[in-house]
């Protein structure tokens, strides 16, 4: 019995991942169009695409391939989510054009703590979507 609800599980969690992971999508969609909306610089409406859709790519992948194994084994803890948050921010940094790093950093000042509020906002985004 515990073997059959072990495969319906997988079975339910390999089904509802990319639908997750759609919803989460048009939810950074939804968020870069509203900021998009609040400044006539085409530059930075650039700009504005090009995080939104780095921040959305990096939750999504970290998610993919490290957090979703960890939950499935009952593993991720506090010490597991650090290390996502790092994986998902060192992805997002490196998706992120020089240009766009410099942008961040003249309008908001510091690029890693940015960076972490936007993939924790994406991380919750996401959570919301699952419920």
């Not at 998610?63 to 650090?82: I, N, P, R, W």
């Amino acid at each position: 019995m515990n073997e059959f609800l072990a495969n319906l599980m997988g079975s339910v969690i390999t089904a509802v991942v990319p639908v997750l992971s759609a919803c989460a999508v048009v939810a950074i969609k939804m968020l870069r169009d509203k900021a998009l909306a609040q400044t006539n610089s085409t530059k930075q409406q650039d700009y504005i695409t090009e995080i939104a859709e780095a921040v959305s790519v990096a939750v999504t992948a970290t998610s993919q391939t490290y957090v979703d194994a960890l939950k499935k084994h009952g593993e991720f803890t506090a010490e597991a989510q650090e290390v996502a948050l790092k994986k998902a921010l060192s992805a997002c940094i490196a998706s992120i054009s020089p240009a766009a790093q410099s942008f961040i950093t003249s309008v908001y000042g510091d690029l890693t703590e940015y960076l972490i509020t936007r993939i924790e906002a994406e991380v919750r985004n996401q959570k919301l979507a699952i419920q």
